[in-house]
């Protein structure tokens, strides 16, 4: 058995929420000002209360809405298939095996929470949402999602991707939203980094200030962010919900759960359901991939820290690179974030999940090896967990192991080919940072609380 594919009957009718399993509770946000936890109130300007009191709960189960399940069922459940060629190729004695992401519409994990986010903004009576994205995948699914529910949209993305990929923004466009390259002249924040820096190729964090400063001037407008926040990660646990109900079809259950890591959401989508079996006693290894170029967990600090550039957002305790630190320009635009989602960083400080940071060059060789197994182009971004996957799987030949691999195919690259161009004309480098442009960043944070 190569496939399984389940039924439109058998989609998740609820999403799971670690907070309910968490061995010790996660930190809450802080009043910049005053230095105390924040309640929903001093979010609501921004948020819809049912986000709101998603992004709190202690709910183990949180029913998903009958009109987004029924948007799920246009694409979910997704496949989860087994990499027979790729293990073939490798001569492992391993068994790998992805969840499919890229079947949705935009073509990755990202409308999950987009059509979510998007409802429940409608059903609180917002008609507009403004948003960042760094390579267009969430900008896309959050155009595409606010096209479902009859919604205008402003997308602020990432100067160096909206110069990169020119597709992402015509899908954006397509399904009816607003596009411009952040920073921008259209926000205050974005205004600030024109004048000190005109040539900047922008970044997650500074278009996230950009989006959230667009909604916190409009009445009808409300932010809509696509990872970090606990909500995100909620709305993503359908992936791995569905994958333990399809493993079950296999007769097996993986011994390694593998996600690339940008804001950690679709790492979460996939790794949650598993955790909680290993906060229960299961042996198992969850691991979160992230750029060498954009270190934060591996080389970053847990520490409180500003969700944007421009300090608008609440402080969060979260392994980060600093809220300045800008990234190199890396293809795998949807990793370039200063951060880590709350939840991701609180588990590595669990030892329940472990990091890994491999080189730009070596995520494109791995894709390169599964295109040319298994078919699917992965985005630059999934490059990450196929190169882990591979790594794990070269290891389990070395050591003669039969483990099981499981890895979030978190979207196709079909629109980053100028990404796998640059690689082949060999124009694309590795980016070994230097300990003094990390340190810079983190000068700027140090005096922020301490988890
Ligand atoms: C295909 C794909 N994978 C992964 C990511 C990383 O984001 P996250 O960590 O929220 O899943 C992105 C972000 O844009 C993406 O587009």
């Known amino acids: 058995m190569k496939r399984s594919v389940l039924g439109e009957n058998e989609l998740p009718r609820s999403w799971y929420n670690i907070a309910a399993d968490l ?4 930190r809450p946000p802080l009043d910049p000002g005053t230095g105390k936890p924040i309640g929903p109130e001093q979010l609501a300007a921004i948020f819809p209360m049912p986000l709101l009191e998603q992004e709190m709960s202690a709910e183990r189960e949180i029913a998903i809405p009958e009109p987004v399940l029924d948007v799920y069922a246009m694409w979910r459940p997704t496949p989860l298939i087994r990499a027979v060629r790729l293990e ?32 429940y903004n409608k059903i609180s009576g917002i008609e507009r949402l403004a948003t960042e994205t760094g390579a267009g995948q969430w900008g896309s699914a959050l155009a595409f999602a606010c096209s479902l529910f009859d919604m205008a949209l402003k997308v602020y993305m990432v100067r160096v991707s909206y110069e990169q990929k020119p597709y992402r923004r015509s899908l954006i ?40 400063q667009d909604a916190a001037h409009r009445d009808d407008t409300n932010y809509s962010l ?41 790492f979460g989508g996939i790794a949650l359901p598993y955790v909680r079996e290993k906060i229960h006693g299961k042996p198992l290894r969850a691991i979160a991939v992230e750029p060498e170029a954009c270190p934060s967990i591996t080389r970053g600090h847990y520490h409180y820290d500003f969700g944007d550039t421009a300090q608008t957002t609440p402080l969060m305790a979260m ?50 090896t ?27 030949k ?5 483990e099981t691999i499981l890895f979030g195919f978190s979207g196709h690259g079909f629109f980053d080919m100028s990404a796998y161009d640059a690689y082949f004309a060999e124009k694309l480098t590795n980016y070994q940072l230097p300990e003094d442009a990390l340190a810079r960043a983190w000068e700027a944070i140090r005096e922020l609380p301490k988890p």
Not at 328 to 334: K, T, V
């Open 23 to 26: 061995p010790e509770p996660l």
């Open 173 to 212: 466009q397509t399904w009816g939203g607003e596009i411009v390259p952040s920073p921008s002249p259209d926000t205050p924040a974005g205004r600030q980094v024109l004048e000190a820096t005109p040539d900047s190729p922008g970044s997650l964090g500074i278009a996230i200030s950009e989006a959230v």
């Open 319 to 368: 392994h980060t690179l600093g809220h300045s630190f800008v990234p190199p320009g890396i293809h795998a635009g949807g990793l370039r974030y200063h951060g880590m989602a709350p939840l991701i960083s609180h588990l590595v400080e669990l030892d329940l999940v472990e990091p890994q940071a491999p080189a730009q060059l070596d995520c494109f060789a791995a894709a390169v």
């Open 370 to 396: 599964f295109a040319r197994t298994e078919g699917v182009i992965p985005a630059p971004e999934t490059a990450h967990a196929v190169q882990a996957a591979i790594a794990e799987a070269e290891r389990c």
């Open 398 to 402: 070395r050591e003669g192991s039969e």
């Open 88 to 119: 073939q190729h490798l001569g492992t004695p391993a068994k790998i095996f992805y969840k499919y992401e890229g079947a949705s519409p935009p073509g990755s994990h990202k409308p999950n929470t987009a059509v979510a986010q998007a409802y």
């Open 226 to 266: 696509g990872s970090v926040l606990n909500h995100v990660l909620l709305h993503q646990t359908v992936i791995g919900l569905e994958a333990q109900r399809q493993f079950r079809d296999f007769g097996l259950e993986p011994d390694v759960v593998i996600g690339c890591v940008g804001g950690g959401s679709n």
